[in-house]
C-alpha cells in the first residue's frame, strides 16, 4: 500500500493541552483584538482583547473547578459569539468534558443528545432560552430525563424582550456572574486552573457528527488530537499575529473550531458576522484576511463578483489581464492583487486565503478567486481526525484535488499500490480520535489493527502526492450489473449547468427491479431565463427543454452506465446539516415518500417541476 506523509512549510509551537494553548495566547498577544462582534446588526461593534480573554477562561474555569461539575460533561450551545468560545475554552482548560452540541438542532433532538452524553451543565447564547426554559420545566415535571442541573445564558442582556428571566429557579446563571464568582477565587490566590495536570491521552470532547440523533456518532478526541492537528495546520498554512479572520461556520463544527484554534494561537481576531445578508458588508468593514468556509458561501460571493464585473462593463478587460498576470507570475512578478484590485476592495481589500472544507467546490471558482490574488485552497477531513487531514498550499495548489497530507499525518489508498489508483482513503496520526462513545462496533469497523482510520470516502493519491476525493463509500450507487458510480462525481458535472445551483444524485429502484441514477436539481429561473434569452422567469416547459439538452450534453461526458436516466427540478431547498451538505438519505426518502404518496415514480415524473406534487 502506497503511503503519503506530510511535510512542513512553516515553525510552529506545539502545545500539550487546549488549557495552555489559551493561556499562552492571551500572555503574548495581550493587546491585540481577539474579537470584534455586534450584539446586534443595528448596535456598536465592541472589541475582546486577548488579555481579557485569558482572564475570562481563566476565571470560569476556576469556578468550574471549584463546582460540582468539575470533570463532568458540559455542553455549550449557540450562536457563534465571544461567549461561545470563553465557555468551550474554560470547560476543557478546566479539565472537564466539553460537548459541542448543533445549534440548529430542535429541542426534541437536542434533548435526545443531551440524554446520550450525560450533560450536566449546558452553556447556552440567548437566542436558545426559550428552548432552555422549556426543558427545564419538562426535567422538573419529569417528562424528560436528564442529568442536566445548570443552565448557563452566555449574556442574559441578550435574551428577548418578550422572554423573562427565571430568577425563582436556582439552576439557571448568568454566565457573567460565574466569571465574576472565579475571579474572586483567583484575586485569593486560588491557582488551581493553571495548576491543574491535564492527561492529553484523556478523552476530554465528546461531539456527535450531523445526522439524525439517532444515528449521530459520538467522536471522543482528546487534547493531544487537537493540539496536535492544530501543529500541524500551522506548519502547513501561515497566519500572521493581528490578521483578521472571519468566524461564520458553526463552532460546534470541528473544523471551525480546532482551526479556530490555531489562528488563536497565532494571535489572530475573530471576526464574528452580523449574518448572512451582512457578509460581504463585514468583510468590508473588518478588513478580513484570513476565512474558513463552505463552498455555498464563496459561490455566492462569486456570482455578486461576476454580476458587478458584466454591470460595470469590464468583463472583457479582466478576461484580458488575467492571461498577462499569470504569464507575468511566471517570472517571479505577482500584479494580481494591484490589476484586480477594485474587486478586492469589495471584499474588504485585505482578503488573501480562502480554505473551502465540507464539500467540493467546482474549479472555476477555485481558479477565478486564485486568478485574482485570493489563494483559494481546498482542505480535507473528518470530525473523526480532529478535523484536518490534508489541505491544498500556496506551494501545491493541484486543482480538482485536496491537496497533500498536513506534516505528522500518512495517508494511502487502500489496496493501490501506484499513483491515480481509487479505492477508501485511509489516515494515521495522532489526530485520529479515541473511537465512538458507547460504540466499540463501530469504532472497530473504522480503525483498523494497524492503526489506520478508514475515511468511508473513496479516492486516489496523484503523482505529486495529492489527494483527490472521488465520492462517499455509503453513497456508491451500485448498479444492477454490479457497475459503481459515485453521485459526488455525476452532481460535478450538473452543477457546471448554468441555472442550476445544487444537484442530489442517487440510485433510484425502477418498476423493472434495475438501479436507474435519478437527479433532484435545484433551479435558478432567472439564470436559465437568461441562458434561453428570455424575459422575466423561464416556465416550467421552458425549464424542462433547457435541462433536457444541457443533461444530454452531461450524459455524453460520461460512461454509459453513468448518465442520468431520469430527474426532476425543484426550488425547494435540500435537506441539510449546519454546515450545509445534503443529508443524502432523508433527501432521498423525502423525494421517494413524495413519489410514493402521489402515485408516481422519476420515470413519469422525468423533467418536471417536483414541487407541483403536494
Known amino acids: 500500500m502506497r503511503q503519503v506523509k506530510g511535510t512542513s512549510l512553516y515553525e510552529a509551537e506545539r502545545f500539550d493541552s ?178 491543574n495536570p491535564i492527561d492529553p491521552e484523556e478523552v476530554k470532547i465528546i461531539l456527535f457528527t450531523s445526522g439524525t440523533t439517532s444515528q449521530a456518532k459520538a467522536v471522543m478526541l482528546t487534547n493531544k488530537n487537537i493540539c496536535s492537528n492544530v501543529y500541524y495546520i500551522s506548519q502547513t498554512l501561515y497566519a500572521a499575529r493581528g490578521e483578521h479572520y472571519f468566524s461564520i461556520l458553526p463552532l460546534h463544527h470541528t473544523f471551525e473550531n480546532t482551526c479556530d484554534f490555531f489562528l488563536i494561537s497565532r494571535g489572530c481576531c475573530a471576526c464574528f458576522s452580523d449574518g448572512l445578508r451582512y457578509i460581504v458588508k463585514n468583510m468590508s468593514e473588518w478588513h478580513i484576511d484570513f476565512c474558513i468556509s463552505v463552498p455555498l458561501l464563496f459561490e455566492n460571493i462569486y456570482e455578486k463578483i461576476i454580476d458587478g464585473i458584466e454591470q460595470s462593463g469590464k468583463k472583457k478587460l479582466i478576461s484580458i489581464m488575467i492571461p498577462v498576470t499569470k504569464f507575468l507570475r511566471h517570472f517571479g512578478l505577482d500584479l494580481r492583487r494591484v490589476v484586480f484590485s477594485d474587486i478586492i476592495k469589495k471584499l474588504g481589500g485585505n482578503l488573501r486565503i480562502v480554505v473551502i472544507g465540507g464539500a467540493g ?52 489508498i487502500e489496496g493501490a499500490e501506484k499513483p491515480n489508483k481509487v479505492g477508501e482513503i485511509l489516515t494515521k496520526s495522532d489526530c485520529v480520535m479515541k473511537g465512538y462513545y458507547n460504540n466499540e462496533e463501530a469504532t472497530k469497523e473504522v480503525i483498523d489493527k494497524d492503526g489506520w482510520f478508514h475515511t468511508g470516502d473513496m479516492g486516489y493519491i496523484d503523482r505529486k502526492g495529492c489527494i483527490h476525493v472521488t465520492g462517499r463509500v455509503k453513497s456508491m450507487i451500485v448498479l444492477t450489473n454490479g457497475k459503481k458510480a459515485f453521485p459526488e462525481e455525476i452532481e460535478t458535472l450538473l452543477l457546471d449547468i448554468p441555472g442550476v445551483t445544487e444537484a442530489f444524485v442517487w440510485g433510484n429502484r425502477n418498476e423493472r427491479d434495475a438501479i436507474d441514477i435519478c437527479a433532484k436539481l435545484l433551479i435558478n429561473r432567472k439564470v436559465i431565463a437568461s441562458e434561453i434569452g428570455s424575459k422575466g422567469e423561464a416556465n416550467d416547459q421552458e425549464i424542462s427543454l433547457y435541462l433536457n439538452d444541457k443533461l444530454r450534453d452531461a450524459n455524453h461526458q460520461m460512461p454509459s452506465y453513468k448518465i442520468v436516466r431520469n430527474y426532476v427540478f425543484s426550488e425547494t431547498e435540500m435537506i441539510k446539516t449546519t454546515t450545509l451538505k445534503i443529508k443524502r438519505p432523508l433527501e432521498q426518502e423525502a423525494i421517494e415518500s413524495l413519489l410514493e404518496k402521489n402515485d408516481t415514480n422519476m420515470r413519469e415524473m422525468n423533467a418536471c417541476n417536483l414541487d407541483k406534487l403536494s
Open 361 to 412: 467546490i467546482d474549479k472555476k471558482y477555485v481558479e477565478f478567486f486564485n486568478n485574482i490574488g485570493i489563494d483559494f485552497l481546498m482542505g480535507y477531513g473528518l470530525t473523526e481526525t480532529s478535523p484536518v487531514i490534508a489541505t491544498t498550499t500556496l506551494e501545491c495548489n493541484v486543482y480538482g484535488s485536496v491537496g497533500r497530507p498536513m506534516y505528522g499525518i500518512t495517508a494511502a
Open 18 to 195: 487546549i488549557r495552555d494553548l489559551v493561556l499562552s495566547a492571551a500572555e503574548r498577544h495581550a493587546e491585540l483584538d481577539v474579537a470584534i462582534f455586534r450584539r446586534k446588526p443595528t448596535l456598536p461593534e465592541e472589541h475582546r482583547t486577548y488579555a481579557q480573554f485569558g482572564r475570562d477562561v481563566k476565571a470560569l474555569g476556576t469556578y468550574i473547578i471549584n463546582s460540582d461539575y468539575y470533570g463532568k460533561r458540559l455542553a455549550v450551545v449557540g450562536e457563534n459569539c465571544y461567549e461561545w468560545f470563553v465557555s468551550y475554552s474554560a470547560i476543557l482548560g478546566s479539565n472537564s468534558i466539553g460537548i459541542p452540541l448543533d445549534r440548529a438542532l430542535p429541542e426534541g433532538e437536542l434533548v435526545k443528545l443531551l440524554e446520550r452524553s450525560e450533560t450536566r451543565v449546558i452553556f447556552y447564547h440567548p437566542k436558545h432560552h426559550e428552548m432552555m426554559v422549556s426543558i427545564a420545566e419538562k426535567i422538573r415535571t419529569g417528562e424528560y430525563d436528564l442529568l442536566v442541573e445548570r443552565f448557563v445564558c452566555m449574556y442574559v442582556e441578550g435574551i428577548g424582550a418578550k422572554l423573562t428571566w427565571p430568577a425563582d429557579d436556582e439552576r439557571f446563571a448568568d454566565l457573567y456572574d460565574l466569571i465574576s464568582k472565579g475571579a474572586e477565587l483567583l484575586e485569593k490566590g486560588d491557582e488551581s486552573f493553571s495548576a
